[in-house]
């Protein structure tokens, strides 16, 4: 292809890129969520350089400059950022799959995606943690070059990152158990290359020495980076063009599930029953699957961080943030979409009286079910003397007594269809009113409690939120009553919007 129209045709694919939000049908409805999203991107944003700020002047009074405790602790950066692209990157297939009409070769296609998955955005968002602590920890031992090299080289280390994601995301596609891999990989990494003999930590030093070497523009270090990354980007070059063609020859499996009765809950009437339907959705529906996945995958991280390290000892709102952060993650995901699940059956759910609010009833227990997840996560900062046991339990009575009947209000409004079996990162389905009402539900609670905190202290917010609590808890049978009405009064618009969106 000559390299003119080769140009030509990753300009063009560039730019149905970038044109490719304004496509979804539910632009319109989203440009709230995009509005949120970069507020959500900016507060991220400046918490990274607040760490990056902080991490300086923690290590800078240790034995080593503080950039080589940065540098030997790559394998941890090389973990969060792995998991954390879950969320964000997609595989180049399901962007292929869309231009096989067309007159462009297969093999353009996959590299131009593969080479601009190197080049994405994401690979940058780092830069808000490594440019403040560089700018304070390198320009005086190596100058402005030397610091030039240093961030360079931490984003090589992020493109590489990328790939390693892309290799292990595609093979999930095929079997969950794939998983395991990276997991094994990286406990091995970490246990044999730091702890298991700390005389040699072979792995801590050897991370150090190569980003010295970035600061220093050493060429063996570029030779080291395309050695590993060339192999990588060939495999993934092979497992997405087989992609490919799965992706377009797929046809719709019927997968066979074991039959759990779930005998227990049949002494609860109907109730029982949509207990059951709530359970069965979680563990078979994509979406939903996906939300509890990722809700517990943050709290587990942000209790581990909290409870095992003095990242956030000086920090006292930050205290606040993960105690409540942990207790309304998980509501927060799910009731944000409260009824947008029964859209796909919505009809059927309408042909008996009060189906409704056994259904509401059901999800609200279901929800407190949920919360013994963060109770045990919270047993981590419990035990190790981070916060005490009053305050976990305010925070966990709050959370059902405040938090999710300000979310079930949703319940009444809420009139997209959600499909049960769409990826999470395509969804797209969030309107201006629910992105307004997940966040006052996620940061309402935490400026109560650090506002209690700072005027009184840790006790005295702690009774406050369990007062709130328990109140909002015992009187459930009233507001769900409330809300139900309310949505009965709606219900022809609603099921009509749900509808539409399927």
Same mark, same amino acid.
């Given at each position: 292809?000559?390299?003119?129209?080769?140009?030509?045709?990753?300009?063009?694919?560039?730019?149905?890129?970038?044109?490719?939000?304004?496509?979804?049908?539910?632009?319109?409805?989203?440009? @709230?969520?995009?509005?949120?999203?970069?507020i959500?991107?900016?507060?991220?944003?400046?918490?990274?350089?607040?760490?990056?700020? =902080? @991490?300086?002047?923690?290590? =800078?009074?240790?034995?080593?400059?503080?950039?080589?405790?940065?540098?030997?602790?790559?394998?941890?950066?090389?973990?969060?950022?792995?998991?954390?692209?879950?969320?964000?990157?997609?595989?180049?297939?399901?962007?292929?799959?869309?231009y096989?009409?067309q007159?462009?070769?297969?093999?353009?296609?996959?590299?131009?995606?593969l080479?601009?998955?190197?080049?994405?955005?994401?690979?940058?968002?780092? @830069?808000?943690?490594?440019?403040?602590?560089?700018?304070?920890?390198?320009?005086?031992?190596?100058?402005f070059?030397?610091?030039?090299?240093?961030?360079?080289?931490?984003?090589?280390?992020?493109?590489?990152?990328?790939?390693?994601?892309?290799?292990?995301?595609?093979?999930?596609?095929?079997?969950?158990?794939?998983?395991?891999?990276? !997991?094994?990989?990286?406990?091995?990494?970490?246990?044999?290359?730091?702890?298991?003999?700390?005389?040699?930590?072979?792995?801590?030093?050897?991370?150090?020495?190569?980003?010295?070497?970035?600061?220093q523009?050493?060429?063996?270090?570029?030779?080291?980076?395309? @050695?590993? =990354?060339?192999?990588?980007?060939?495999?993934?070059?092979?497992?997405?063009?087989?992609?490919?063609?799965?992706?377009?020859?797929?046809?719709?499996?019927?997968k066979?599930?074991?039959?759990?009765?779930?005998?227990?809950?049949?002494?609860?009437?109907?109730?029982g029953?949509?207990?059951?339907?709530?359970?069965?959705?979680?563990?078979?529906?994509?979406?939903?699957?996906?939300?509890f996945?990722?809700?517990?995958?943050?709290?587990l991280?942000?209790? /581990?961080?909290?409870?095992?390290?003095?990242?956030?000892? /000086?920090?006292?709102?930050?205290?606040?943030f993960?105690?409540?952060?942990?207790?309304?993650?998980?509501?927060?995901?799910?009731?944000?979409?409260?009824?947008?699940?029964?859209?796909?059956y919505?009809?059927?759910?309408?042909?008996?009286?009060?189906?409704?609010? =056994?259904?509401l009833?059901?999800?609200?227990?279901?929800?407190?079910?949920?919360?013994?997840?963060?109770?045990?996560?919270?047993?981590?900062?419990?035990?190790?003397?981070?916060?005490?046991?009053?305050?976990?339990?305010?925070?966990?009575?709050?959370?059902?007594?405040?938090?999710?009947?300000?979310?079930?209000?949703?319940? !009444?409004y809420?009139?997209?269809?959600?499909h049960?079996?769409?990826?999470?990162?395509?969804?797209?389905?969030?309107?201006?009113?629910?992105?307004?009402?997940?966040?006052?539900?996620?940061?309402?609670?935490?400026?109560l409690?650090?506002?209690?905190?700072?005027?009184f202290?840790?006790?005295?917010?702690?009774?406050?939120?369990?007062?709130?609590?328990?109140?909002?808890?015992?009187?459930?049978?009233?507001?769900?009553?409330?809300?139900?009405?309310?949505?009965?009064?709606?219900?022809?618009?609603?099921?009509?919007?749900?509808?539409?969106?399927r």
């Amino acid at each position: 292809m000559e390299l003119s129209k080769a140009w030509l045709l990753y300009q063009i694919v560039a730019h149905h890129q970038r044109l490719q939000a304004r496509r979804h049908v539910m632009f319109e409805r989203n440009r @709230a969520m995009k509005i949120f999203g970069y507020i959500f991107v900016a507060f991220w944003a400046v918490y990274l350089i607040l760490l990056g700020v =902080s @991490a300086y002047g923690l290590f =800078s009074d240790r034995a080593l400059e503080a950039f080589d405790w940065i540098d030997g602790g790559m394998i941890w950066f090389l973990i969060l950022d792995f998991f954390s692209r879950f969320a964000m990157q997609e595989t180049p297939a399901q962007n292929i799959k869309q231009y096989k009409l067309q007159n462009i070769p297969t093999v353009f296609l996959l590299h131009t995606f593969l080479l601009r998955m190197g080049l994405q955005p994401y690979n940058f968002f780092w @830069a808000f943690f490594f440019v403040p602590f560089g700018l304070m920890a390198i320009p005086q031992f190596y100058g402005f070059w030397g610091l030039v090299g240093y961030i360079g080289g931490w984003w090589l280390v992020f493109v590489w990152n990328s790939y390693w994601y892309l290799l292990w995301r595609t093979l999930l596609n095929r079997n969950y158990l794939f998983l395991a891999v990276p !997991v094994i990989i990286y406990v091995a990494l970490a246990y044999f290359g730091i702890f298991f003999n700390e005389e040699n930590q072979w792995l801590f030093n050897g991370t150090i020495r190569l980003m010295r070497g970035f600061c220093q523009w050493h060429p063996l270090c570029l030779v080291i980076f395309f @050695a590993m =990354s060339t192999p990588l980007y060939i495999i993934n070059y092979k497992l997405q063009k087989v992609a490919i063609y799965v992706e377009i020859a797929k046809t719709e499996e019927v997968k066979t599930f074991k039959t759990h009765n779930m005998t227990f809950l049949d002494g609860f009437g109907i109730i029982g029953e949509y207990l059951k339907l709530e359970l069965k959705s979680t563990m078979r529906n994509l979406v939903v699957r996906k939300q509890f996945i990722s809700g517990a995958l943050c709290m587990l991280m942000l209790c /581990g961080l909290f409870s095992f390290t003095d990242v956030y000892d /000086g920090m006292p709102f930050m205290r606040v943030f993960i105690c409540v952060y942990c207790f309304t993650c998980l509501g927060v995901m799910t009731l944000t979409t409260v009824m947008c699940a029964e859209g796909n059956y919505i009809d059927g759910l309408m042909v008996r009286k009060e189906t409704v609010l =056994s259904l509401l009833k059901a999800k609200y227990y279901f929800q407190c079910i949920m919360l013994l997840v963060p109770s045990l996560f919270s047993l981590m900062p419990i035990i190790e003397g981070k916060i005490t046991v009053f305050t976990a339990l305010g925070c966990l009575l709050f959370a059902s007594g405040a938090v999710f009947p300000f979310l079930f209000q949703l319940a !009444v409004y809420n009139d997209v269809t959600i499909h049960l079996n769409e990826k999470l990162t395509k969804s797209g389905r969030d309107t201006k009113v629910q992105m307004l009402m997940s966040g006052a539900a996620l940061f309402l609670p935490m400026l109560l409690m650090y506002t209690l905190v700072e005027c009184f202290n840790e006790d005295v917010a702690a009774t406050a939120m369990i007062t709130i609590g328990l109140i909002g808890t015992l009187l459930h049978p009233l507001w769900l009553n409330h809300i139900y009405k309310r949505f009965m009064k709606r219900r022809y618009q609603n099921m009509d919007g749900f509808r539409n969106s399927r």
